[in-house]
């Protein structure tokens, strides 16, 4: 169980064009689903918090703007990056936090999508 | 938010017991530590969890001290494929998961 889906797992799109990345729970319900962010050789970083039916809440520094996240429905968040550039080209992994807002919820990860600006 | 700090890699023999620590000094009294790993180009992967008691799954071990300073994830027999970075989680407020640098494991056949 608990299993969270990414789509696409890889994308390479073209500098100035917009890409959107889904995350979905599979198999449960989320409430809240997370947004990171990995560079070559880094760890995560945590991008941004969505919650379904409200607007996102972004970490300092990631512009809200450039990336769009949706979460219309308890299954599905969307993560679209606007007007991409090559320094945009990362690593994009969602997670959805299974049993509802509690210390003793474990995340489930997606398997990430490999972004390619060129 | 809980900071964790651990070191940064760590060799293992396969077959042998895989200790992997992590401080956790500024972990409040209802946070939960969490471990997950990351295999090369894969999301993270649960591992185990708990809040002062040791824990044991399919997986792995986690001892926690007393004082819930620090912790300790044991694999028992470390394999091949268990190589990957190991990540202690400092759980913040509204469950975000901050990652820190994590333990880069290598088992060595």
């Known amino acids: 169980g608990a299993v969270v889906s990414q789509h696409p797992s890889w994308v390479i799109c073209k500098s100035g064009t917009s890409v959107k990345i889904e995350c979905r729970s599979l198999?449960?319900?989320?409430?809240?689903m997370f947004w990171y962010r990995q560079f070559p050789k880094q760890s995560l970083m945590l991008m941004a918090t969505?919650?379904?039916?409200?607007?996102?809440?972004?970490e300092q520094g990631v512009e809200k703007d450039k990336f769009l996240i949706n979460h219309a429905s308890l299954t599905l968040s969307t993560l679209t990056v606007t007007s991409a550039h090559p320094e945009d080209s990362s690593f994009y992994i969602c997670?959805?936090?299974?049993?509802?807002?509690?210390?003793?919820?474990?995340?489930?990860f997606g398997n990430g999508t490999r972004l390619t600006v060129t | 938010d809980a900071k964790t700090t651990q070191p940064p890699s760590m060799d293992c023999a396969e077959g042998r017991a895989a200790n992997l620590p992590c401080n956790h000094s500024?972990?409040?009294?209802?946070?939960?530590v969490y471990w997950y790993r990351q295999i090369h180009s894969q999301g993270p992967q649960y591992i185990i969890h708990?809040?002062?008691n040791n824990e044991t799954n399919e997986m792995a071990s986690l001892i926690i001290t007393e004082d819930r300073k620090s912790s300790t994830l044991i694999l028992p027999h470390a394999t091949l494929r268990d190589t990957a970075v190991y990540y202690c989680?400092?759980?913040?407020?509204?469950?975000?998961?901050?990652f820190g640098t994590g333990t880069s494991l290598t088992v060595i056949p």
């Open positions: 997670s959805a936090l299974v049993g509802g807002a509690s210390y003793n919820s474990p995340l489930h």
């Open positions: 198999d449960f319900q989320a409430t809240t």
């Open positions: 969505s919650n379904e039916g409200s607007k996102a809440t972004y």
């Open positions: 500024t972990i409040s009294g209802n946070e939960y």
């Open positions: 708990g809040l002062k």
């Open positions: 989680i400092g759980l913040g407020t509204g469950n975000q998961f901050y």
